[in-house]
């Protein structure tokens, strides 16, 4: 495959390099936005650092290794130049995507895999036609060097050679890739997370219950049975019967779809809009958000161990 390109060196586009440079693969970056290139290396090398902490980053591994192993370009045709794989994951604009991947026909080798790491948009209608038997969607989640999901989704002219051949490098990256048939937006995880935000807002907007015992009542109940089972496999536990029942008695009224959450707007109106705010549902208590972004991944990298060593109840 010879050396891979990312377009876009945000949040996802280094932590995409720093899975692929750590599975041995010479990686080229980069973005529009010189301020974005300039701290690129100490993201990694911060996201780096964690991984060595907890024993989760190959042997042999420091910043100077990894600034040999990808390269921040400047320029988008020292980038993709001869690569064979192009990841882009710039913002999820749709004429920005489409701009861009007509600058990547015209720049990247005929053979070359063109994969977008686009969240919820159909990037297949901006993609030029003779590019299509060789594009897909190769779609991580944050952070990517912690969270081994990765959707790998074709479009109606995807060659299944290469949706096979793309879903084997996942694995060869030591991750998970969940084969879709076909573009859906959100794919998988997003739409099940989908769900449960539409139901989190309304018991929040409608007074039901504080965020806090919210997500006690996620961490403590839902979340606990989710990693050994999964949800169909808890199903089967619970006994298919109940299930049945309980889908029968429609105890359940899903929420009407919504495109906005009273507490959510009042929490943005207030400038209370996340941890890079100091504040969101939750006060963070004036702590930097590299550093919670690092306690964050610390507390991921033990559960991921842990797990590990637990292992899934698994059926055939």
Same mark, same amino acid.
């Given at each position: 495959?010879?050396e ?15 899975? *692929? ?19 690129i ?21 420091d910043?100077?290794r ?11 045709? #020292? ?14 604009? /749709?004429e920005?995507?489409?701009? !861009?991947?007509s ?34 969607i190769l779609?991580w989640?944050?952070? /990517? ?8 989704v074709?479009g /109606? ?9 793309? #879903? ?5 990256l ?12 959100g794919?998988?995880?997003n ?14 907007d409608?007074?039901?219950?504080? /965020?806090?015992d ?7 109940? !839902? ?11 808890? $199903?089967?536990?619970t ?7 309980? !889908?029968?008695?429609g ?10 959450s009273?507490?959510?707007d009042?929490?943005?109106? $207030?400038?209370?809009?996340?941890v ?23 507390? *991921?990298l033990?559960?991921k #161990?842990a797990? $590990? ?5 698994e059926?055939?």
């Amino acid at each position: 495959m010879g050396e891979i390109a990312i377009v876009g060196g945000g949040v996802m586009g280094h932590g995409i390099a720093l899975v *692929l440079a750590l599975a041995g693969h010479g990686v080229r970056l980069t973005d529009t936005r010189p301020e974005t290139r300039a701290r690129i290396p100490a993201l990694m090398d911060s996201a780096l650092a964690t991984l060595r902490e907890a024993g989760a980053a190959p042997e042999g591994w420091d910043a100077a290794r990894l600034a040999r192993a990808v390269r921040v370009e400047a320029e988008l045709g #020292a980038a993709v130049s001869g690569a064979g794989l192009v990841i882009e994951a710039i913002t999820e604009d /749709p004429e920005a995507k489409g701009a !861009l991947f007509s600058e990547l026909d015209r720049l990247c080798p005929a053979d070359a895999v063109l994969a977008s790491n686009t969240s919820y948009l159909d990037v297949f209608p901006l993609i030029p036609e003779r590019r299509q038997a060789r594009a897909l969607i190769l779609h991580w989640y944050t952070p /990517p060097y912690i969270v081994d999901l990765v959707d790998v989704v074709p479009g /109606p002219g995807t060659d299944p050679a290469v949706i096979a051949a793309m #879903a084997e490098f996942v694995r060869g990256l030591g991750q998970v890739p969940i084969v879709l048939k076909r573009f859906i937006p959100g794919y998988v995880a997003n739409r099940i997370q989908q769900a449960i935000s539409a139901e989190v807002f309304r018991l929040l907007d409608e007074g039901v219950a504080a /965020p806090r015992d919210i997500d006690d009542a996620i961490v403590h109940g !839902l979340a606990l049975r989710i990693p050994i089972l999964g949800h169909l496999a808890k $199903a089967d536990f619970t006994g298919l019967e109940l299930t049945q029942r309980a !889908l029968a008695n429609g105890s359940y009224a899903p929420p009407p779809p919504r495109t906005r959450s009273e507490t959510l707007d009042a929490l943005c109106a $207030a400038g209370r809009t996340g941890v890079m705010a100091g504040r969101g549902y939750f006060d963070w208590g004036g702590r930097a958000p590299e550093e919670l972004f690092r306690e964050r991944d610390r507390k *991921l990298l033990a559960l991921k #161990a842990a797990m $590990a060593g637990i292992g899934r109840m698994e059926g055939t």
